[in-house]
């Protein structure tokens, strides 16, 4: 159960979003994850009447992308989890490197973090970053996207929590 939440999941955490979940008694559990795509109703219309320099820029997804959901199942007194399709449900229609564009993988964000800390500047924190990732993790195809803007913009909020917990505000 470990080596699947700290190895595993933060490969593949990037495309699930948590549907429901069950915890039980005995200690047991197990979470239904949809994937990211996945999106149940359409979009509403703009307002009319609001000039267009007051609208948000936003994007409209459609409805029903993909509808791939998996069930993972928790057992503790084992130590394991399982990993199945839930209720049959439809697979992938389309390629993961969509979803690598979205959303970046947990294991990138904390070695962006881990690296911001140390005060680089965000294209030497890239670099480092791509270096390792493509050596030692064979992730080169979900770091390509990586721009340094949002380098930047992790940087920028682990240094905003490190100087608020070092004037005590919580």
């Given at each position: 159960m470990d080596d699947f939440d700290h190895a595993w999941w933060p490969l593949v955490s990037n495309i699930w979003t948590r549907f429901s979940y069950k915890n039980h008694a005995n200690g047991n559990s197990w979470k239904v994850f949809a994937y990211q795509l996945m999106k149940h109703n359409h979009s509403s219309g703009r307002k009319e009447g609001i000039p267009l320099k007051k609208r948000r820029k936003t994007k409209i997804r459609l409805p029903n992308l993909c509808s791939a959901k998996i069930r993972v199942l928790y057992f503790v007194k084992a130590q394991k989890v399982q990993i199945e399709r839930y209720n049959n449900s439809f697979d992938h229609i389309h390629t993961l490197g969509k979803s690598k564009v979205l959303k970046?993988?947990?294991?990138?964000?904390?070695?962006?973090?881990?690296?911001?800390?140390?005060?680089y500047l965000p294209p030497t924190i890239m670099s480092a970053i791509k270096d390792y990732t493509i050596r030692k993790l064979d992730l080169g195809a979900s770091i390509k996207e990586l721009k340094r803007k949002k380098v930047s913009n992790i940087k920028q909020r682990v240094w905003e929590v490190q100087k608020n917990d070092s004037f005590g505000v919580i």
């Open positions: 970046r993988l947990d294991t990138v964000r904390k070695l962006v973090k881990e690296e911001a800390v140390k005060n």
